[in-house]
């Protein structure tokens, strides 16, 4: 049987909706893109709608993964939210917040070609209103 390999970025944005869908949020979009830029899941529950960066890092970068949303970025991530909230008006009226869920490995590991993240050590935090509209 052939192993699946995955990268890094794509096993965390899966393993982050899985772990949202286990707290009964519903996937809206994944890897929504704008002009400026991308938002990795948009998912919702009720009348609430999450947009969530994912994150993951290995040992030997130089920051943890949620240390690494800049203001720059987290700016793009808004601006990108506006723009969803302009094309999908039946979701204007929800509560919108801004998550990050991040992964960090405390190993170095190679972010590509990996057969399964799952079985390698780490630690994975949820950041719930990571920021805001008015940063």
């Known amino acids: 049987m052939q192993q699946s390999f995955q990268d890094l970025g794509q096993w965390a944005e899966q393993t982050a909706l899985a772990?949202?869908?286990?707290?009964?949020?519903?996937?809206?979009?994944?890897?929504?893109?704008?002009?400026?830029?991308?938002?990795?899941?948009?998912?919702?529950?009720?009348?609430?709608?999450?947009f969530v960066e994912v994150k993951a890092r290995s040992a030997g970068s130089y920051a943890e993964a949620c240390e690494v949303i800049s203001p720059t970025q987290q700016r793009k991530i808004?601006?990108?939210a506006q723009l969803f909230l302009q094309k999908y008006p039946k979701y204007y009226d929800f509560d919108c917040r801004f998550d990050v869920i991040c992964f960090d490995f405390p190993q170095k590991i190679a972010k590509t070609v990996q057969p399964d993240f799952s079985k390698l050590q780490y630690d994975q935090q949820w950041i719930e209103h990571a920021f805001t509209l008015d940063g």
Not at 21 to 50: A, F, M, W
């Open 19 to 50: 772990f949202l869908q286990s707290h009964d949020y519903e996937c809206v979009t994944q890897n929504y893109h704008s002009r400026y830029g991308e938002i990795d899941l948009i998912v919702q529950r009720q009348q609430e709608l999450v």
């Open 78 to 80: 808004i601006k990108t």
